[in-house]
């Protein structure tokens, strides 16, 4: 249901970026909470706003809470962690923050978001863990545009960090997907 966008940009405003499907979301948070269970996660963090829909299932189901990064700084907002990361879609930095009550070095942390582009969301969030001195155990996304090496980018920062991606997209191009299928 995906559109290819030019600049590597895949649209899913229909069923995950303004219009969500429920059921989907739900069915790919019982399969993240599935293949993270053996890490111990005790955690959520997600980015706002395409993250929380996913996050907030897969907390419900796994029983763990949600925290969700800002992307704007709340006036009432002291202690903080804050990162820069700079947005794919949008191209430009932003100031993402995590209050710092909660985010602690007792965490065991699970980073879900809509999608793995580049990774420079990613990498935001692990400052973040790094940071509060959380552990991060494991990243886990709706969508990954294998093809813009955010992966590989992740792993040099965090070599064995498992990442588990409920689609992976291999190429996109004027009006088709490729998606890598199951080996
Ligand atoms: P990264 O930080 O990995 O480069 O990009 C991930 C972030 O950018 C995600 O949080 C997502 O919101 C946004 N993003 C990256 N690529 C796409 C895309 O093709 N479509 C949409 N809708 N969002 C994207």
Redesign the pocket.
Known sequence: DGRSLPG?????DNFI?HQMDGDLMCSCAREMVRLFKPTGFNKILT?EA??IAPSIFAGYLAHVPVVFAKKATPRTLDDKFVTK?H???KDRDYDIIVSKEYLKPTDRILFV??????????LGMLDLCRQAGAGLVGMSFLIE?AF?G?RAVIHAKCPGLPIESMAVITALGDGWIEFQTAN
Do not use: E, M, P, R
């Open positions: 590597g940009i895949l649209k899913v970026n980015v395409s993250g990361v947005s794919f879609t978001d809509d999608f793995l582009a580049c990774g420079n969301a990613a545009k813009q955010g």
